[in-house]
């Protein structure tokens, strides 16, 4: 019997359930991949509190590497042995081993460790949709990157820093301003010393940034709004404190004619060819050193609701890997 995490009701961390799992073969098209290492994302909050309603009772999980064990009929370009990882979007990568949609896999490079292919594979491929496809960074642009020290944060930092851009960034504590220094942010903002939109102001001569990257949500909404220059670009990508709602578009007329985005990863990594590329991408930049990732816990699979209420609260640093 193997085992996965699985939710009945929608809720907080205690609402996650440890259970056996009778695994099948895998069917037409899929594969059966035993995973070694399981990585944590904001989105698995979602998908348990139901801000993104999945179907119940449901696994959770979209992000892990691991080991193909057996093929389904069809399948081609995996075989026994190969080294594999997966974003999603479907759920259940908090399990010990699961058939998969041969079509959700990536192969894991030689030189990417299976753990850090499960730390980095969702949050990388997110940091290159975001910087590269959505907002189009272009060097020498002032850009704002909230929770700049965490896991996709601190990619963002880096990503940006790669192609030239230059970055503000914001976090909570003093511990965390020092990592998103070194991770090349060239200002950085402590939010409980200073306030957000009136410290970028100051920084850009009064100008604010061509791009917010605000993965907050509604306690940095406003904020967002206020610190980006004259028809420029806020790209809100999650939810971390909540959903922003209520949006009045005569705002974004006040603010300076700014353009909102609220883009979605799979909507970026839909075509075989984009997925391959930007995970190529991603996974090159990563192998050369360009990116570094932070894995700053580890917690044992089982203990996935403690990784959850860490997370929540804002107690993680950099990239979280639960361990089967």
């Known amino acids: ?145 909230h929770a700049a020290a965490g896991g996709v944060g601190l990619l963002l930092v880096q990503w940006l820093r790669h192609i030239g851009a230059r970055v503000i960034g914001t976090v909570s504590t003093a511990a965390k301003a020092e990592l998103a220094r070194a991770a090349g942010a060239d200002r950085v903002i402590v939010t409980t010393d200073e306030a957000i939109a009136p410290a970028v102001r100051d920084w850009t001569g009064g100008e604010g940034v061509r791009v917010s990257f605000d993965g907050i949500g509604m306690d940095t909404w406003e904020a967002s709004l206020d610190a980006t220059a004259r028809r420029g670009l806020v790209v809100s990508f999650g939810n971390a404190s909540a959903p922003v709602t209520g949006v009045a578009l005569g705002q974004l007329s006040a603010k300076g004619s700014l353009f909102v985005t609220r883009p979605t990863l799979y909507d970026y990594y839909r075509e075989p060819a984009e997925r391959a590329a930007g995970a190529a991408r991603m996974f090159g ?28 609260g804002r107690r993680t640093v950099g990239s979280t890997v639960l361990v089967p």
């Open 1 to 145: 019997m193997e085992h996965r995490i699985e939710i009945a009701a929608f809720g907080g961390p205690d609402a996650m359930q440890w259970v056996e799992v009778d695994l099948p073969p895998p069917g037409p098209g899929e594969v059966r991949v035993r995973h070694t290492a399981v990585g944590l994302n904001f989105i698995d909050t979602y998908h348990r509190r139901g801000v993104y309603p999945v179907p119940l009772p449901a696994p959770l999980g979209v992000e892990a590497a691991g080991l193909v064990e057996a093929v389904g009929a069809g399948v081609e370009g995996f075989g026994p042995g190969d080294r594999v990882c997966t974003f999603g979007p479907m759920t259940g990568a908090y399990a010990t081993a699961r058939n998969i949609p041969a079509a959700a896999l990536f192969r894991t490079p030689d030189a990417i460790s299976d753990e850090l292919a499960a730390a980095s594979l969702l949050k990388g491929c997110t940091v290159e949709f975001l910087v590269e496809r959505c907002a189009r960074v272009q060097p020498g642009e002032a850009v704002l990157v």
């Open 285 to 312: 930049l990563l192998a050369g050193g360009v990116l570094s990732v932070t894995i700053g816990q580890r917690y044992p699979l089982a203990e996935a609701a403690r990784a959850h209420a860490d997370l929540e």
